[in-house]
Nanobody, 124 residues
């Protein structure tokens, strides 16, 4: 069992930055690829970024590529999402997720554990 707790969301103006954190506890954090997803009102939950366990390979949705950076600190059992140049369309609840494989995945169905989400609101 893995518990995931996100933090760092909030209200920011367009062009601003936020850093989300996801602290993992319970089952070992190691050997788990991690991902960030988001869900805007009336829309499905969509992939944002993922990072593997093995070589920290990263993959991003086209909509955030070049603006967001995912990273992980295995010693702290924490994964981060640095979000720069935020746009109003980035407004959503952001979820951290863990999968039971080492390799990164953009498929939300391949993630077993999910956090409760943190709200990010970008004003124009």
């Amino acid at each position: 069992q893995v518990q995931l707790v996100e933090s760092g969301g909030g209200l920011v103006q367009a062009g601003g930055s936020l850093r989300l954190s996801c602290a993992a506890s319970g089952r070992t954090f190691s050997n788990s690829a991690m991902g960030w997803f988001r869900q805007a009102p009336g829309k499905e939950r969509e992939f944002v970024a993922t990072i593997s366990w093995i070589d920290r390979a990263t993959f991003y949705a086209d909509s955030v590529k070049g603006r967001f950076t995912i990273s992980r600190d295995n010693a702290r059992n924490t994964v981060y999402l640095q979000m720069n140049s935020l746009k109003p369309e980035d407004t959503a609840v952001y979820y951290c997720a863990a999968r039971l494989q080492r390799t990164a995945s953009m498929n939300r169905d391949e993630y077993t554990y999910w956090g409760q989400g943190t709200q990010v609101t970008v004003s124009s």
